[in-house]
Nanobody, 122 residues
Framework: QVQVVESGGGMVQAGGSLRLSCAAS????????MAWCRQAPGKEREFVAAISWSGDSTSYADSVKGRFAISRENAKNTAYLQMNSLKPEDTAVYYC???????????????WGQGTQVTVDS
C-alpha cells in the first residue's frame, strides 16, 4: 500500500500563488509517478498535472499550462504543485494520486490522498 498526504491548501486572492505538497510513503511506493487532480463543487474530478518518477516527463491540463508547475524531490518522497496567477475557477479540493505514469496521467491512480482545499477569492 501507499499512503498519500497533501498539504498547503488555503485561501488566496485572484492572481496570487500557492504551493501544494504531496508526501507519499509505504513499501509499494517504488518508482511511481505522482499527479494532482482537483474537484470543484458539483463537478467531476479532473486531471491537473502529473510527473514521472524521474521527473523527466510531465503533463498538464490545458487550463493550467503556463500557470502551474509540478515538481518532485524523491529523497523526500514528495511532489509539489506551484500554482501561480490563480483564478476563481481554480477553486477546488486538490487531490494527490500515486501510481504508474500511464494511470496518473489519465487521472486514474490507485492511491489517493484525502485532499486539500484551495479557494481563490475574486
Amino acid at each position: 500500500q501507499v499512503q498519500v498526504v497533501e498539504s498547503g491548501g488555503g485561501m488566496v486572492q485572484a492572481g496570487g500563488s500557492l504551493r501544494l505538497s504531496c508526501a507519499a510513503s509505504g513499501r509499494a511506493f517504488v518508482r511511481l509517478a505522482m499527479a494532482w487532480c482537483r474537484q470543484a463543487p458539483g463537478k467531476e474530478r479532473e486531471f491537473v498535472a502529473a510527473i514521472s518518477w524521474s521527473g523527466d516527463s510531465t503533463s498538464y491540463a490545458d487550463s493550467v499550462k503556463g500557470r502551474f508547475a509540478i515538481s518532485r524531490e524523491n529523497a523526500k518522497n514528495t511532489a509539489y504543485l506551484q500554482m501561480n496567477s490563480l483564478k476563481p475557477e481554480d477553486t477546488a479540493v486538490y487531490y494527490c494520486g500515486v501510481d504508474v505514469f500511464e494511470l496518473v496521467v489519465s487521472g486514474r491512480p490507485r492511491f489517493w490522498g484525502q485532499g486539500t482545499q484551495v479557494t481563490v477569492d475574486s
